[in-house]
């Protein structure tokens, strides 16, 4: 019945979508991405679970989303603001790259990494700490940086980006409550266009931060369908009914934001199926429109342009049916002044399945 109420929904959706004015900008931008709402739309009519997604193009500022505002389970996605915190600490001068930490006991976790089974008292430095963090996603790594750099200055950081739905409740243990992990697209959109324009913390702390998304070995999910060699920085997250990817494609030094989220998943297979063919249409019609954008004389892609607010080409397009036993509605901005209303909703985070551990429930990628 729930999953009736959802394409409901969403059939009612794409019927005021098509009817529905656009502004003026969005007019002149029909194309590619003019139908990619639909599509991200149609594609949600077949998710596995909950999903929640935004993309956005970094040359215009156009970016379209399925819910982009609901609060959903960050599993290791959370570590892109542990590793935010941690250079803005580097700026203030607190510690260097160099700073040397030690296993404590507290810091380990069974899950994903090398230092998982690791002595205490074994050294790590801060840039060794960072890199297994995010590239292999090393839950004692992350326990190290959130000891050192504290937990509340992490949480304070991001509120003070205007990011509101990203918070990080408790160490990162794989057989934890994943609901102390928490984020949205939108706010990993933010924070990654940030990363890509050099403007988070600062420039140097931004291309240090983008080298260490680009080096990810977990490359199963938004990378796997699109062309080799193609520059992404992105991080996975993954934790008992939870599957996330978010991250930065360069598409002919080009860059676009994608964050795709699920949760609710009844199995890891599908979920990964969704957030690859997400990427790969992602992919297509960013492709599609960057030729025109070029063919029309737009201009590309600024590095220190300022990262202004998303346009989006429609209304943020809510999935879940009030009273459904999943329901969440996306805090999302104001829609369009000449955009078609959408049906106002409590606002609720959504909640994950009970954490039981199972085969699937360690934090891998």
């Known amino acids: 019945m729930v999953r009736f109420f959802r394409r409901f929904t969403i059939v009612c959706t794409l019927a005021v979508l098509a009817g529905a004015p656009l502004s003026v900008r969005a007019m002149e931008m029909r194309g590619p991405l003019d139908t990619l709402q639909l599509q991200l739309a149609t594609a949600t009519m077949h998710a596995p679970g909950n ?14 989303a399925i819910n982009a505002g609901a609060n959903m389970p960050a599993a290791s996605t959370i570590k892109i603001p542990v590793m935010v915190e941690v250079f803005r600490q580097m700026s203030q001068g607190k510690f260097d790259l160099n700073k040397v930490l030690h296993v404590q006991g507290s810091d380990r976790d069974w899950g994903w990494g090398d230092l998982a089974d690791a002595k205490r008292g074994t050294a790590r430095t801060v ?28 949480n304070t950081t991001m509120r003070d980006l205007g990011l509101q739905n990203t918070r990080l409740g408790d160490y990162i243990r794989s057989d934890g409550d994943i609901r102390s992990l928490r984020t949205s697209p939108s706010d990993m959109v933010r924070l990654l266009e940030q990363i890509a324009r050099a403007q988070l913390v600062d420039e140097w702390s931004s291309r240090e931060m983008l080298a260490i998304l680009s080096g990810q070995h977990h490359n199963g999910l ?7 060699g193609l520059s992404i920085a992105h991080k996975t997250g993954t934790l008992h009914d939870t599957l996330n ?5 360069y598409l002919r030094n080009e860059p676009y934001v994608i964050a795709v989220m699920t949760t609710h998943l009844p199995s890891l297979d599908l979920g990964r199926r969704f957030i690859r063919h997400i990427s790969k249409m992602a992919f297509s019609s960013f492709e599609r429109f960057a030729r025109w954008r070029a063919d029309t004389g737009l201009p590309g892609f600024a ?13 943020d397009v809510p999935m879940w049916v009030t009273g459904s036993p999943n329901a969440a509605t996306p805090q999302s901005g104001p829609p369009a002044a000449d955009a078609a209303p959408l049906p106002a909703t409590p606002a609720t985070e959504v909640p994950p399945a009970a954490a039981t551990p199972s085969p699937e429930a360690t934090d891998e990628p």
């Open 51 to 64: 999903v929640a997604l935004e993309v956005k193009d970094l040359a215009t500022g156009f970016s379209t």
């Open 127 to 154: 840039s060794q700490l960072l890199w297994l963090m995010i590239t292999e996603s090393d839950n004692t790594a992350t326990n190290m940086l959130i000891r050192l750099v504290g937990r509340p200055h992490i």
């Open 222 to 228: 938004i990378p796997a369908p699109l062309p080799k």
């Open 245 to 249: 990817d978010v991250g930065i494609v």
């Open 303 to 315: 590095l220190n342009a300022p990262a202004g607010t998303s346009q989006p080409l429609a209304p």
